[in-house]
């Protein structure tokens, strides 16, 4: 059994790790864990006031702070039909324009550029390229500059509360903001260029769905009051659940969502495919320029898309303050509703971000947060499941490790939204027995052989099925007697389907694998002539419950019969089936 | 302190289960990071740089509370390698907003509630607590998160071998300095009175009522500051939740009597 790992993912933010398991040339299984320990925050904020919400909930995490903030308000307004005037509006989309700002280039220069030209950190990266890091550092202290007009500090800031602000930063300070901005604009489009040039590896490429908030119309922006997805569906904010579906699984403390089934993305990448074509100015001829088709199934461009955002940001800045300085600063909205529902969305730097509330008699009590990493969690495992298992056809298996913390960084996630390590485990040679007995138990399996029978060893799937029938086994299925319309894919019972199968993992004759169906399809390499059609057919919870039990053939000439290895893996496995 | 072959000291900062706002604070000190870098060997910043080493230390930075098995052995590991260990921000110093549930019960209950049944492969769950609670902690840098010159003014302090010079007074101290009214005197449930110093009274700056977030004071008077917001009206629960919020462990005797005189 061999391990490759990398105990704790470092340059992403908490706590938290990835671990890949190969068996042969197969990766059997990736897990996305998050060690950070569980906080409780949503009980936390229970009997609270909707105003001692908005002071806890930023604490989730200290980079997305100013986004817990504003979900958090934005909900609490719902709720509580609290209506903001126009300079408060500005105000909150320029403090959010400072976070976007100070973590995309945090990231973007301190976390993911090393890993492109060869560092192990940005202070060590700033030995040969000393003015951009230095520049770099100033752009990430911009932002944070405005976050602290803002919100007060650089971090946690109280001032942004329910129904304004405490106080307005004076006309000379925005002005100082508006000029510094535009000072700036010389950098920004060389780091757009640098960072939408560089060249980003092929292995981890998928389609996925992508979600973001729909700022309105026409409108690129970070707030919205509905969720768009890449397939042209529009959600209400507040029918969050039916794109989260959240779910808890059992190695990480940060909880889970898919779509319909189906892992999703949200951050950069997925607002500038969802919403890029609206980008105007400088933005939308960089859009124009750089974006391509890749964009829209490797994670690796959201590191693009960041720098595509930073420099929307920065022509964005400038606009605001114009209309902020001709507006007086308003006091901050009291309310007397003491009851409501409401839910907030807004756009954190790493995606999407949603905060629910009811308040009844005064003080919160329903709370649910659902956070952008916990819903990019099983694209960052179905991504990296990608990228090993393309290095490892082509052999290029010391790269995995590496690789996978690429995959990792480039989703910027927030581990302390819940959530450090890169693991490569190796199975046991006599893996499959295990699993095959575990499977066995959990629920009795209908098999299925494939193959063919004049093909030598590529006949071993369907002479292995015609030897269970001979024991008596029942539910024992050949690739020939399946009707398309009545496969038992279709089935909703989700009994466990095992394919019997010669499927080439380039090992030695008679080598037993048992894989879960979707490595195989998420490698054109290794999919065999395994029906193919079945990967469109199968949700994912069927996929989950599909696997592969495959024998490394000897030999598929025409004509032959069945090796001499492959014959005893099949006595073998015959063996453990029947018992 | 023994230095290492540049004669620098070995420098670790480590994060626990917390917002990870304390180890950001440090990488927002843009102009004074590539000092601290210079100045310090920072062997292991897990949130910083990649090549980091576990080895001997001579100051361990850290953060958040433990919340987990593996945290706490993480932290006694910590402990052993280092000749100081600094807690720094309010959840590693008294638990943070983690550990507002004072009574066990009461988090296994609301545990269940979010996670349901499942058990964890990786690591069992242990209720919140500040870093003392299991080892020796040599220094206090309270906050929410650390506040930057006294975090620069510490490490400054620190490497040289001297203890850190916090403020030893409340928020109010603070307040008066930058001229501001006094909210209490509006009716405004200010914690300021029993919060400790060094925000700069950041939320009275902007009008709005100090939540606590950097931890009692010492010798606070939390009677005092309990009895003035009852007298303004303010309900015994609310008052009781307020004061919990930040304080983690910190409140909780106080909490505790304050029950038993109920009863």
Redesign the interface.
């Known amino acids: 059994m061999k391990k490759i790992s990398v105990d ?8 938290g790790g990835i671990s890949v398991t190969i068996d042969g040339k197969v990766v059997t299984d990736v897990k996305f ?1 998050i ?10 904020t229970l ?3 909707p105003e ?1 919400d908005v ?2 909930v930023p ?5 997305c ?1 100013i986004s817990h903030k504003y979900a958090a308000i934005r909900a609490m307004e719902n709720a509580l039909s609290v209506k903001v005037p126009s300079k408060v509006v500005q105000f909150r989309e320029l403090m959010h324009l400072g976070e976007m700002i100070e973590s995309h280039s ?1 990231h973007l220069y ?1 976390l993911a550029l ?1 890993d492109y030209v060869g560092f ?5 990266m ?1 030995s040969e390229y000393e003015l951009e890091v230095k520049i770099a ?2 752009m ?2 911009f932002g ?1 500059h405005i976050m602290k007009t803002a919100s ?8 942004p ?1 329910i129904g304004g ?3 307005f930063p004076s006309k000379e300070e925005l002005i100082w903001i508006k000029n510094r901005a535009i000072q700036f604009m010389p950098f920004v489009l060389k780091t757009t260029e640098l960072f939408c040039e560089l060249d980003y590896p092929d292995s981890p490429e998928d389609d996925t769905i992508y979600a973001c908030c729909n700022p309105g119309q026409k409108k690129y922006g970070f707030a919205g009051d509905e969720i768009i997805l890449s397939t042209g569906e529009i959600i209400e904010k507040e029918d969050y659940k039916n794109l989260t579906n959240e779910f ?4 990480s ?1 940060a909880k889970r969502s898919r779509y319909k089934g189906e892992p999703y993305s949200v951050g950069a990448l997925a607002r500038v495919n969802n919403l890029g074509e609206r980008l105007k100015g400088k933005a939308g001829g960089m859009f124009k320029k750089y974006f391509n088709n890749r964009w829209k199934k490797n994670p690796l461009f959201n590191n693009a898309a960041q720098a595509l955002e930073i420099l929307y940001a920065f022509e964005r800045i400038p606009k605001i303050i114009d209309k902020m300085i001709k507006l007086p600063d308003p006091p901050i909205v009291k309310y007397t509703k003491k009851e409501g529902k409401g839910t907030g969305i807004v756009e954190a730097p790493r995606g999407l971000l949603i905060h629910s509330y009811e308040v009844s008699d005064g003080f919160v009590s329903f709370t649910d947060i659902v956070t952008p990493t916990a819903q990019n969690a099983e694209d960052i495992e179905r991504y990296c499941c990608i990228a090993a298992q393309k290095l490892l056809n082509s052999g290029e298996e010391d790269k995995i490790r590496d690789r996978m ?1 690429l995959v990792v960084r480039a989703f910027d996630p927030c ?2 939204c819940s959530a ?1 390590m890169a693991e490569v485990k190796k199975a046991p040679e006599e893996d499959w027995k295990t699993k095959l007995d575990k499977i066995m138990k959990e629920g009795s399996p209908i098999f299925i052989g494939v193959g063919n029978r004049n093909r030598s060893d590529d006949g071993a799937g369907i002479e292995l099925a015609l030897e269970l029938r001979k024991h008596g086994m029942k539910d024992i299925l050949l690739e020939s007697e399946i009707n398309e319309r009545e496969a038992p894919w279709k089935n909703r019972n989700y009994r466990p389907l095992i394919f019997l199968d010669a499927v080439d993992f380039r090992e030695k004759p008679g080598k037993v694998t048992l894989v879960p169906i979707h490595y195989i399809f998420s490698n054109s390499a290794l999919s065999h002539r395994l029906l193919p059609f079945i990967s469109d057919e199968m949700n994912y919870e069927r996929l989950k419950n599909s696997f592969v039990l495959g024998v490394q053939p000897k030999s598929i000439t025409e004509g032959k019969k069945i090796s001499r290895p492959v014959r005893q893996a099949l006595i073998r496995v015959l063996e453990l089936i029947v018992n | 302190m023994e230095k290492d072959k540049n004669g620098k000291l070995k420098i670790g900062v480590y994060e626990l289960t917390g917002c990870a706002g304390d180890a950001l604070l440090i990488l927002d000190c843009e102009k004074e990071l590539v000092s601290i870098f210079k100045a310090a060997n920072i062997q292991s910043f897990l949130m910083a740089k990649s090549d980091n080493i576990d080895g001997e230390l001579d100051i361990a930075l850290v953060e958040g509370s433990v919340s987990t098995e593996r945290e706490k052995e993480e932290l006694l590991d910590i402990r052993k390698r280092a000749k100081v260990v600094v807690a720094i921000g309010t959840c590693a110093c008294f638990g943070g907003i983690q550990a507002a549930f004072l009574d066990k019960k009461e988090w296994e209950k609301n545990f269940k509630k979010v996670y349901g049944d499942i058990k964890m492969e990786h690591t069992k769950p242990v209720q919140s607590k500040p870093i003392n609670v299991y080892i020796k902690v040599d220094h206090y840098l309270p906050g929410c998160p650390i506040g930057k010159e006294q975090f620069l003014s510490t490490f400054n302090r620190i490497i040289r071998g001297n203890p850190p010079e916090l403020y030893g007074f409340s928020v109010c101290v603070e307040c008066k300095w930058n001229e501001n009214d006094c909210l209490l005197n509006k009716d405004i449930p200010c914690l300021g009175p029993v919060t400790r110093a060094g925000c700069g009274s950041i939320c009275i700056n902007h009008n709005l009522p100090c939540v606590g977030c950097w931890g009692p004071v010492e010798d606070a008077n939390l009677t005092s500051e309990f009895k003035l917001l009852r007298e303004k009206g303010f309900d015994y629960d609310f008052i009781k939740k307020k004061m919990a919020t930040f304080s983690g462990t910190g409140m909780a005797d106080f909490l505790g009597k304050l029950e038993g005189e109920k009863k």
Request: some cysteine; aromatic content about 8%; charged content about 25%.
């Open positions: 704790h993912l470092a340059r992403v933010e908490g706590s864990s060690f950070e320990g569980p906080r409780l925050v949503e009980r936390l009997g609270k006031t001692e002071n806890i604490r989730i995490c200290a980079i702070s945090l301190y090393p192990p950190n940005a202070i060590a700033a550092l100033e990430k202290g944070n007060g500090r650089y971090i946690h800031g109280e001032n509360v602000f405490g106080k808890v699984v059992s190695h403390y913390e581990i302390s450090h």
